[in-house]
Nanobody, 118 residues
Framework: QVQLVESGGGLVQAGGSLRLSCAAS????????MCWYRQAPGKQRELVAD???????TYADSVKGRFTISRDNAKNTVYLQMNSLKPEDTGVYYC????????????WGKGTLVTVSS
């Protein structure tokens, strides 16, 4: 089992920045990918950014150039630096950790709310 705890959400004005953190604990050797998803009110959950154990990253087109995902393996923590925030970035941000080799290894945090005011 892997436990994920997100932090860093809050209220920010458009154009501002926030940094989200996701601390992982438990059997973390069982996972190799960590991701950030978000769910806006009335919308489906969507992938925002992904980082592999080797450090390769992918981003949703809507956040490219504004968001940066990174990981500190020594701290078992993944970060999402969000700059130039827009009202449409508002939503609950969820941390996900999973294995590409075992679908049973798929874990979610409880989420942290990000609200961007115009």
């Amino acid at each position: 089992q892997v436990q994920l705890v997100e932090s860093g959400g809050g209220l920010v004005q458009a154009g501002g920045s926030l940094r989200l953190s996701c601390a992982a604990s438990g059997n973390i050797l069982s996972i190799n990918n960590m991701c950030w998803y978000r769910q806006a009110p009335g919308k489906q959950r969507e992938l925002v950014a992904d980082i592999t154990s080797g450090g390769s990253t992918t981003y949703a087109d809507s956040v490219k150039g504004r968001f940066t995902i990174s990981r500190d393996n020594a701290k078992n923590t993944v970060y999402l630096q969000m700059n130039s925030l827009k009202p449409e970035d508002t939503g609950v941000y969820y941390c996900n950790a999973h294995s590409d080799y075992d679908p049973r290894e798929d874990y979610w945090g409880k989420g942290t709310l990000v609200t961007v005011s115009s």
